[in-house]
């Protein structure tokens, strides 16, 4: 991208930023100022970013992608453009498909993208990646550090596929460990539902401090 930029000396880098969710989840808004921060830091004269959600995560509708490709196409068509970030596996997908129609010859970072999944599936051999990895393994040595007399451990997630692979690997996670603890997953429980089941989790029986007599 350095070198791409290189030329033009004492203009903004253009980033166009795609992202298969909506951006405004707390999650998502802190890996979106993450990388915006590194961008920024990174470029001489300044960044411009243009962010364009495609949200195929809640929007699957194939009748709304002509429509969309279209928009796309003609907001970029007079538009420079010196990066496409595609942000996690739908971002991904959707650079992948129609990268040569709406932003031909521009080079392509993917980031925000589990590693594992990342070489499952594989990369066009000319985007570039910067990949997500949680440490599942270094949490629960947390948890058992900070709660080393617990014995119930709770998966929560959502009911999506992508939700899906992270719960299994957290389950999977969770058994590998030798300290016995009792597994329970909770997956597509309704937001109340879900409040009134983890304040319940503050009545386990805790054992009793015991004073010592005054001397």
Known sequence: MSAGCAALAGEP?????????????????????AFRAAVRAAAPNGVEFYTDSVDNMRLQGAELMPELLALLAKKYRQ???DLVAA??????????RHHKDIWPDKPVLVFSLDGVRMRQRGLPPHFAHLTLDLDIDGTLAIAEALQPRTKRMVVIGGSGAFDQVWVQR???????????????????????????????????????????PAL
């Open 13 to 33: 880098w253009r980033v166009v930023l795609l992202a298969g969710s909506d951006p405004a989840l707390p999650a998502a808004a802190q890996q979106d100022n």
């Open 79 to 81: 538009q420079r453009v």
């Open 87 to 96: 942000w996690g596996e739908l971002g991904l997908a959707f650079v992948e």
């Open 170 to 212: 957290a389950n999977d996670a969770v058994r590998a460990r030798t300290h016995g603890w009792q597994l329970e997953t909770w997956t597509g429980v309704p937001l109340p539902e879900l409040l009134e089941r983890l304040a319940a989790l503050d009545d386990v029986p805790r054992p009793r401090r015991q004073h010592l």
